[in-house]
DNA sequence: TGCCTGCCATAGGAAAAACCTATGGAATTG
DNA sequence: CAATTCCATAGGTTTTTCCTATGGCAGGCA
């Protein structure tokens, strides 16, 4: 049995016949068959059930599909561990995180982090905490930031602390002048709130709820930066993390911190639980860690 | 990378060089050099440091040793689990067992599996706790019978429950006629105890200890049936496990019950707990706890 | 029904990979 | 200092993999 015949098998499968799995693979269609056939003596026994429109695996494919994934994906995490161990730190880092993480903490992330290990090839991908876990799952991302979220075992959680949201009002706004906003003050606002795609959405719709404020949501907006100039231009108001400060001020808000019960918002470091850790990746998780503790979402920097 | 590759390596890293890996991979050493280099170029850097006397991993090498020794492991597990697909049962079953379960206990098991499973093919290793162990972690062995253990995560154990302890007698020896034994009938006795290799005889020493019976010790035997042989000719007595009754009185001793507390071994069978469990070693396991419960070692026969 | 299309298997030759024998250099041992 | 041990390299051979071409089978469509 070799690698490359796993790789084959694991193609077929997914691509559901020989022919996709050989595009997909750029190479001739009857060398897979020959391939998967080799394999399929050697285990005495078919993988594939070859149907008029394709291929199915069989019992003993679908047990063997799995195992073969999870031997190329060792094989793929050896190969890092590897390439790990080399001085200076050098590699790829691909970061995940959430649109409404992304842009007020990743700066504060990034540059530090170039700077610190100029070897390191930075990859940032922002996307929805589902889709980034699933991709954090399959092996795409060294790790996430997210907010709450519910995971599976592989996946390993670790908080990062709590962030502050705070009220998001023009600048010429009654209420801009404020040191702090109550809640009541915000009952007659016009809102404009983030799509329930995003959670943060839907923990403001929560909160909203819970605080009993029953805005005039006339507005779902699909990205904070779109609220962000809406309210600049007077059009409402709406809650904002308070890592979006300097982002909001720049664009002609202001962002307010409420009275208590101050909402807040769980940040959440994600990594795979059985997958190599780069030290690029521990080095990431080191900064994230000092970052949230110099904002005041946490109060020490120990695990 | 294929696997190829990874057997090489591993076996040049355990052989410690070259050339005593190419005789143990029946290949001449070139071919070796070369698929190494290979593997060496592909990861972009050295795997072995070459020294006048052979090769040592570099810190590289030790890291991607332990995961290619997985890597492999995981393949032949694949490979057995997908033969254990096949119906009927067939396949292969290794079962470990030490010597003072194996003679005892064994044939109440083997011939019945081999009855309702004659497709498998059977092999016991009998052997002392720690190497069955050892070769269970290797994933030589399917499953393994011993009595007490300390084992790591990566071993499964299982109680089968408690097997009493007997005085062994010859057939004339004054106690032999009793219906039970009697802790301080035994202090008079000359004993033979058996080798603190095996667990039986550390377990003996330390409940005679514990029972302050201090026998005249004065032959420590290897195994068990030296024992019974010894026994039978009136040279001493000795305590040996229940299921050992039928084999001692068949040479002309006596098994009998002492009298509480009456001492007792626990049994357990251990599983690898990663690798894939063939429904060979299942059956196996059903088959022990359903003699276990027979032979009164435990009430239920549920986990 | 009959043709067309998509899919996989087979055959045979070409390309690539792995392997072997022979040899050389480096360091150690007697 | 010669002999030995061990690994790397070179060059040719064998084996494996891969590709192109082709054939058979079944479903879809006129």
Redesign the interface.
Known sequence: ????QLRYFVAVVEEGGFSRAAARLHVAQPSLSQQIAKLEQE???P?LDRLPRGVIPT??GR??YE??R??LA??A???R???D??EPLQGRLVVGAIPTIAPGLLPRLLSPFSEQHPGVELEVVEDLTERLLRRLEEGELDLALVSSVEVESAVHVESLGHEPLGVLLPRNHPLARHRQIHWDDLKEEKALVLSELHCLGRQVHDLCKARDVRWQVWFQAAHLGTIIEMVAHGIGVSLAPWSFGALAEARGCRLLPLSAPQPRREINLLLHNLRYRTRAALAFRALARQCAVALGWRNDSSE
């Open positions: 049995m070799e690698l490359h285990l005495g026994q993988l019992d003993a047990r063997f195992r073969a999870r031997i060792e094989v995490d050896a190969t561990c590897v390439a161990c080399r």
